[in-house]
């Protein structure tokens, strides 16, 4: 028999999980991806022009039917998630709240593909979270869906290391991946039964509220090793900066250096940009100016002799 399914996704965390639901059409793949919910085009680039969300992208290649309300309790968006009478619908980064009108519809109820450790890191941003506060592993969480914000029992978990280069997008990329194939691996003994949903500990839950651009402020009272998993935390998205010469400074890329002066004190370090903070230096090795490309550290100095106070 096979499974009919609704997928609810936005970003490039979500399309891994997707194509993995959707197989490669043949009659032995167990699931049927009837449609598809994501989030509206958003304006996007330089040019602020209307883009679809990557899910939306990769629905329409796929040639399964997509809508993209605005709120998901729409009456015509209920209508539709009706009409596809789903026995499950399959959750990963949707980016809206699934009501209990939404989460009674199908039999076998909603799985949501998590990206932390729960009970570790609830919330809209758990992999910056768990970069930022330098946690050494984190992971993929599928669990059953109930009114709470990530607090539904768990099926099963993955864990994956956090090296000390990796960033928001490496370790997006690994958890993309890891969703998908530890979704396929779960739901044949969650639909037949053998694998039942196991409460989250009532003690360890974190929360990762979602991130605006404005949050990768750098704070230069908070000691540079802190900065620094901020910096590869928030790489690519929201990113980090500064504010120089009454404009944003980008940082993409920095380091750790020992060293002590005045917090906040701009210096050259080994002829790199750093600046100082309570506990060591935080040093650029790529930063890029408001209005410019990317540049390295030594490339940014040569165009700012006025860096250092």
Known sequence: MTVRIVFMGSPDFSVPTLRALAGDGSAAHPFHVVGIVTQPDRP???????????????????????IQPQKLREPQAVEQLQAWQPDLIVV?????????????LPGHGCINVHASLLPRWRGAAPIQAAIQAGDAETGITVMKMDPGLDTGPM???????????????????????????????TLPGYLSGEIAP??????????????KKEDGLLDFTHPAAELERKVRAFHPWPGTFLLWQGAPLKIHQAHV???????????????????????GLLVFDELQ??????????AFLAGARDWAQ
């Open 44 to 66: 996007a680039g330089r040019g602020m022009q209307l883009s679809p969300p990557p899910v939306k992208v990769a629905a329409d290649e796929l040639r399964i039917p997509v």
């Open 92 to 104: 990963a980064a949707f980016g809206q709240i699934l009501r209990p009108q939404v989460l009674d």
């Open 155 to 185: 099926l099963r978990q993955r864990a994956i290391p956090i090296g000390p280069a990796d960033t928001g997008g490496s370790i997006l990329a690994r958890l993309s991946q890891v969703g998908g194939e530890l979704l396929l691996e």
């Open 198 to 211: 196991q409460p989250q500990p009532d003690t360890g839950s974190t929360y990762a509220p979602m991130l």
């Open 257 to 279: 250096q020992d060293g002590s002066t005045q917090p906040g004190q701009r210096l050259v370090a080994d002829g790199l940009p750093a600046v100082a903070t309570p506990a």
């Open 289 to 298: 100016p408001a209005g410019k490309k990317p540049m390295p550290g030594k």
